[in-house]
């Protein structure tokens, strides 16, 4: 038996946590430079604002008829929080994988001393709510892509109480009779409707087509949901996260960057950032890329270039920093009005079984990982962290959050003031 768990507008509610005074009210978070709406509370949602809707088609008048509150994107803090409900989540279950930000599956099969499961939704419900004042909603099933399913139910209709037990084979019948295929785990907009052209519109058609037909007319993905469907068990719990194939940092800037030395601070915050990283997956890279573009909007010329380059597998930021600085001078070009910039590390290998060329300083190699394990281990305390000097401190290029809430929890002079 798995259970799915997903916090009920993640962003949004993250946002309204440590602001009661938003209780009831229509909020929206933003994506990077305050571009558009990524997240939306209920209240936001029957306003009719739509996800990915640009926030400058809001109007002003709008937002404040509807005392609409906006929020630009606050990544420590919604991290942190994560990070909460996952804890919280872990010390209730005996197994659980963490999908997203904010949502897990929990193996819960063996649990003999509930009385049921959907105690047991309720009670993860009810826990996650005490300890960090979000709601999320439950569903159970024999199978993930059931649990989600039975997910999306919770969340869909209030008189599930948030909570929804699908180990009943005639509720996934009647469940899936009502909901759209599209609504399906792994079905994206493109399949949906290649499905609808062959008549299959429900969750439950769908779970009528034979697996041995998926696979011919599809792939092996649609057969296995098919099998999901009807309750065979086809993805297992990951215990541990498969490591990255890549890491890629990258932001539009708040404002056009024109000069080489704010380009040269943002690829080397950027190159930081990928690097801490890469050694959080105990991985090291063999290849680097940088690329920098204008807006393609934009009244001048649209330019756009990036190059690549082979290195020695490391995971050391120095030695990253080096190469991307050295990737930036050639694909610069004077008098653009760059609008985006970023860093990509890829060709991984594990630092345990990395092969060392013949010339290997493997003694130098041992005292650089230890500096950057003690770099890693000060910027991850509360002490002020430790950055190179090519990084810059002016921060000309960062992104623009002009809505930008306090990070509550992760800094200390953001810490709420209770007034008794």
Request: charged share 25%; glycine share 4%.
């Amino acid at each position: 038996m798995f259970a799915h768990v997903d916090v009920n507008s993640f962003y949004a509610s993250c946002e309204k946590v440590f602001r009661p005074d938003l209780k009831n009210l229509p909020v929206i978070v933003l994506s990077n430079n305050d571009g558009c709406v990524i997240a939306r509370s209920q209240e936001a949602k029957k306003l009719g604002i739509k996800m990915g809707h640009p926030y400058f088609q809001l109007s002003d008048k709008f937002i404040k008829q509807n005392n609409v509150h906006v929020f630009s994107s606050n990544y420590a803090l919604y991290a942190d929080m994560s990070n909460r409900v996952m804890d919280t989540i872990e010390s209730l279950v005996p197994y659980l994988e963490i999908y997203s930000i904010d949502e897990a599956f929990c193996d819960i099969s063996g649990l003999d001393h509930i009385s049921s499961f959907y105690t047991l939704g309720q009670t993860i419900r009810k826990t996650v709510n005490q300890y960090t004042h979000l709601t999320v909603g439950v569903g159970i099933a024999q199978t993930k892509t059931l649990a989600k399913l039975a997910n999306y139910a919770a969340k869909t209709w209030a008189k599930t109480g948030g909570v929804v037990d699908l180990s009943d084979k005639e509720r996934q019948k009647k469940l899936m009779s009502i909901t759209p295929v599209n609504e399906v785990w792994g079905i994206g907009r493109k399949l949906s409707k290649r499905l609808n052209e062959l008549n299959i519109q429900t969750a439950l058609d769908l779970s009528n087509l034979s697996p041995y037909e998926a696979r011919q007319k599809f792939n092996i993905v649609l057969e296995r949901t098919i099998r999901e469907l009807n309750g065979e068990s086809c993805l297992m719990l990951e215990d541990v996260a498969p490591p990255r194939k890549q890491i890629i940092c990258s932001r539009s800037f708040g404002q056009k960057v024109t000069e080489y030395n704010i380009m040269r601070e943002a690829i080397c915050n950027y190159t930081a950032r990928a690097a801490e990283k890469l050694r959080e997956d105990n991985q090291y890279c063999k290849n680097i890329t940088v690329f920098i573009k204008t807006s393609p909007f934009a009244q001048q010329q649209y330019y756009s270039n990036y190059s690549s380059e082979k290195i020695i597998a490391t995971n050391d930021t120095r030695q990253l920093l080096q190469t991307s600085e050295k990737i930036l001078k050639r694909i610069w070009a004077d008098n653009k009005h760059y609008q985006k910039a970023g860093v990509i590390l890829n060709d991984f290998c594990d630092i345990e079984i990395n092969q060392y060329h013949l010339f290997s300083d493997y003694h130098s190699k041992e005292r650089n990982e230890k500096l950057m394990k003690v770099i890693d281990t000060i910027n991850k305390s509360r002490y002020s962290p430790l950055f190179f000097a090519s990084q810059g401190t002016q921060g000309n290029w960062h992104m623009k959050q002009d809505q930008l809430s306090p990070s509550y929890t992760t800094r200390i002079n953001d810490i709420a003031n209770v007034k008794i």
